[in-house]
């Protein structure tokens, strides 16, 4: 449940003549402690009644009544973009603020927790821009420059820094996820918390073999040597992270950077403002701000920072947005990791375990943030035959999983804004496709909420079959032989991930080797990308390079190789003047023809 947090400068913070800082925020309930006044004077939040949560775009225009000098900006640079994240109230004076955790101005609670979004009334500051970012880089550069991040010791402290702070905030990220998604609890801390956990342990567990030197063969041109790759950072890197899953998505990525050595700047999406806030707190207090840093705002920020140059930039999106990345990085010849999506299939033969692959599809789309997931099951295809028996299975699942009503249910997330449920909503609503819904459907508008629903053989034209879905719609496509599926996926741009259940070998080779996709599940899904030593990333449309683990620490760094030589063994073959002998000699070095050398080189031939 959320309620509302605000926090003033002064003694009346709702006077229209006043100049005091005013916020108002959303927060999960709070710890409940005694309030001193003097906390009032310090700006520390206070705790409202749920009761008093209605809707946010009334506080927007009360708030911007305040004071017409003052002027609405959203904390630390967070954008317009989703007026209902949250349901505020604003009572026309502090007194009438009253019921359930406390009332305004006696009995008040702190809050404990800093997943907030924030609703600032202060005098009008200049945005974050083209020259603050050019100077963020720039400090960054040079304090990368003094080799500070370069170390075993700086490495490792900021990486048990981030096992330190998931440890100890762990209550503070799970709220955040619940404010921005409703998250359930559970699937916040499978999916996002113990993922990034299980990466940070395994980066300082293996640190020091990553960073070592790693030996190679030389070759008889180069006698007598050594050669080795060199793992060195790239420098200033930047990560842009999605909204889907804020906190694994900005983090993981992260970890990889440092893991390399490269200085940092994160930019969380404004589209899940509670996470976004709380990462720039957590990372201000945890990590190193010489070198890391987080910049929040929405497209003017992120534009600006686009414009600097960087050694790397690692996106999370849609492809859309990551056009517009990658046009952007190119004209520094900056080298991109794009981590897109598309429409991933789960192709189902009839010899499955029917519950087992009803569960696992179920989980790999709708408690898989409710569809809202780059890898999440985008589309089923099955025979024409085994259809009915495979939906019949998904509907007695999905009722065990979520009961009657999933609308009501906790387990499932809600969409993360008004225009992405319009954008559902509007894909079922669509000309030849309403009427193919054979299961669910609902919608709940004022909680964001849209129930599991699954669709057949929809129009191909349709917009649900040409556009990533990012949502809890599951079209169930039929064919005549489960053969057919495969021309069906391949008609389509490269998936992030494609799922096959089938009991069949020979067919689980032919999906493998026929269909191309970032990564694949044979009978599971999602599951292969917590798995540290396999690479996670797309291909084709859905991505570029990939990331997790070692491949985490290899997509930011560089991979230098190093040939060592002593100044003994110096052979005049390879110096002018250039002669027959020396030609002779040097074709039959390079052919491994020891004993064709040794003739050449004393002026023999193998002919004579």
Not at 430 to 455: F, R
Request: hydrophobic share 40%.
């Amino acid at each position: 449940m959320l309620r509302g947090l605000v926090a003033v400068n002064g003694s009346n913070a709702f006077n229209t003549h006043s100049s005091a800082h005013t916020s108002l925020l959303v927060s999960p309930p709070p710890q409940a402690s005694n309030f001193s006044s003097s906390l009032i004077e310090k700006q520390q939040p206070i705790c409202l009644s749920a009761k008093l949560l209605t809707e946010t775009n009334k506080v927007m225009t009360k708030l911007l009544q305040f004071n017409h000098h003052h002027t609405l900006r959203f904390a630390e640079g967070f954008y317009r973009t989703r007026s209902n994240v949250a349901s505020l109230a604003l009572a026309t004076s502090p007194s009438q603020f009253s019921g359930g955790y406390c009332s305004i101005p006696s009995r008040l609670k702190l809050s404990t927790c800093y997943a907030t979004l924030s609703a600032v009334v202060k005098p009008q500051e200049s945005a974050f821009d083209g020259k603050e970012a050019a100077l963020l880089v720039d400090e960054l550069r040079t304090n990368f420059n003094t080799g500070r991040t370069r170390s075993y010791e700086w490495r490792i402290s900021q990486l048990q820094n981030i096992a330190k702070m998931i440890d100890e905030k762990e209550k503070c990220i799970t709220e955040a996820l619940h404010q921005d998604l409703s998250k359930p609890e559970l699937e916040a801390f499978l999916a996002e918390l113990s993922n990034t956990k299980s990466s940070c342990m395994l980066a300082i567990k293996e640190l020091k073999n990553w960073m070592a030197p790693e030996t190679v063969k030389t070759s008889v041109t180069t006698f007598p040597s050594s050669a080795q790759i060199v793992s060195e950072p790239l420098g200033v890197v930047l990560i842009i992270s999605a909204w889907n899953f804020p906190f694994l998505l900005s983090v993981e990525p992260v970890i990889g950077a440092i893991s390399a050595g490269n200085a940092v700047v994160l930019k969380p999406s404004e589209i899940a403002p509670a996470t976004s806030s709380l990462l720039a707190k957590l990372f201000s207090e945890y990590l190193d701000e010489t070198t890391i840093r987080v910049v929040q705002g929405g497209v003017h920020e992120t534009t600006a920072l686009l414009d600097q140059k960087w050694d790397k930039i690692f996106f999370t999106g849609g492809a859309r947005v990551g056009r517009i990345v990658m046009a952007a990085a190119a004209k520094n010849l900056t080298p991109v990791v794009l981590e897109l999506g598309g429409k991933c299939p789960a192709l189902v033969d009839s010899d499955v375990n029917l519950q087992v692959a009803a569960r696992r599809i179920i989980t790999g789309k709708w408690a898989c943030n409710n569809g809202q997931a780059c890898i999440s099951v985008d589309y089923v295809i099955t025979t024409k035959d085994f259809a009915p028996k495979l939906i019949d299975a998904l509907k007695t699942e999905l009722k065990t999983f979520f009961g009657e009503n999933p609308l009501k249910s906790k387990d499932v997330s809600r969409i993360v804004n008004s225009f992405h449920f319009k954008r559902l909503e509007s894909m079922m609503k669509e000309n030849g496709v309403a009427d193919k819904i054979v299961h669910g459907g609902q919608t709940m508008e004022d909680k964001l909420k849209i129930s599991p629903t699954i669709l057949v053989d929809v129009p191909e034209e349709s917009s649900m079959m040409q556009e990533e879905i990012f949502g809890p719609l599951l079209p169930v496509i039929t064919v005549s032989k489960i053969e057919d599926g495969f021309q069906v996926i391949r008609s389509k741009p490269k998936p992030l991930a494609a799922y096959l259940f089938t009991d069949n070998k020979e067919l689980q080779n032919q999906f493998v080797q026929n269909v191309s996709a970032g990564g694949m599940g044979i009978n599971e899904t999602v599951l292969h990308v917590t798995l540290k030593d396999l690479p996670f990333g797309g291909v084709g449309e859905s991505g570029i390079g990939a990331y997790h683990g070692k491949f985490s620490y290899e997509t930011f760094s560089h991979k230098k190789g190093v040939l060592y030589r002593s100044f003994d063994g110096d052979s005049d073959l390879r110096y002018p003047p250039y002669t027959p002998e020396k030609k002779r000699v040097l074709k039959a070095l390079l052919s491994s023809d020891i004993f064709g050398a040794i003739l050449a080189f004393f002026g023999f031939s193998k002919d004579s």
